[in-house]
């Protein structure tokens, strides 16, 4: 079936570095990703979200990559910090007739060391 | 503005409970959607709701029930609870206007344990 996997379960940084949080996605129809960040105990929050006419977009200290060639995703975070510790997710919509229905990854965990 | 909540946070039930799982959204927004998230996986889609008045299944919808009151609110329920469904719930909510894709909002989760 279709599915959303992530390369690293776990992702271990200096703060200060820049991280690097993968994502490969099945369905090379699907036209719309987004990045969440979970922190413990709440719910997915929005990061980013890219489209598939697209293969870069930035926000504050957050950057999407997406190579469709190869099925890739990717979230870049600057500066790495404390507060970014959380899990990642990303989700991909494949286009279908009815409604808008997102496929979440399983997730990474980012660790951010003092 | 709340966006979406979720009550209650936390519940214990016996196996063979029922409850019912509450969301609540006032952004005016069409689409809504309850997930449960057990260790280790993704959020996987239980159903959803398209527009008032309407619902479908998701992925995992078997030994749940759904109910749209209304356009603000969609409960969630168990009928007869199984350790199986020991997980954290969330619902999510989405403008859904035809055409535009754009971010679900998520609720803070009830976390269920099911003894």
């Not at chain 1, 703060?15 to 990045?35: L, P, R, T």
């Not at chain 1, 990642?88 to 409604?99: G, H, K, L, V």
């Not at chain 2, 979406?4 to 959607?33: E, I, R, W």
Request: proline share 5%.
């Amino acid at each position: 079936g279709e599915s959303v996997g992530l390369h690293l379960p776990t992702l271990s940084v200096q703060e200060g570095d820049n991280s690097i949080i993968n994502c490969a996605y099945s369905n090379s129809a699907s036209d719309y990703f987004i990045w969440y960040k979970q922190e413990s105990g709440k719910g997915p929050q929005f990061i980013i979200d890219i489209r598939s006419n697209m293969d870069k977009r930035q926000g504050q200290r957050v950057t999407v990559l997406l190579n469709k060639t190869v099925k890739h995703l990717s979230l870049q975070i600057a500066a790495t910090q404390p507060g970014d510790s959380a899990v990642y997710f990303c989700a991909e919509n494949p286009p279908r007739r009815s409604s808008y229905k997102l496929i979440f990854g399983s997730g990474t965990r980012l660790l951010v060391r003092p | 503005n709340a966006g979406v909540t979720q009550t209650p946070k936390f519940q214990v039930l016996k196996t063979g409970q029922s409850m019912t799982l509450q969301c609540a959204q006032d952004m005016n927004h069409n689409s809504m959607y309850w997930y449960r998230q057990d260790p280790g996986m993704g959020l996987r889609l239980i159903y959803y709701s398209a527009s008032e008045g309407t619902t479908d299944k998701g992925e995992v919808p078997n030994g749940y029930n759904v109910s749209r009151l209304n356009k603000r609110e969609f409960s969630l329920r168990l009928e007869s609870a199984a350790p199986s469904q020991t997980s954290v719930y969330f619902c999510a909510s989405i403008r859904g206007l035809a055409g535009i894709q754009e971010t679900q909002y998520f609720g803070p989760g009830t976390r269920l344990l099911v003894l």
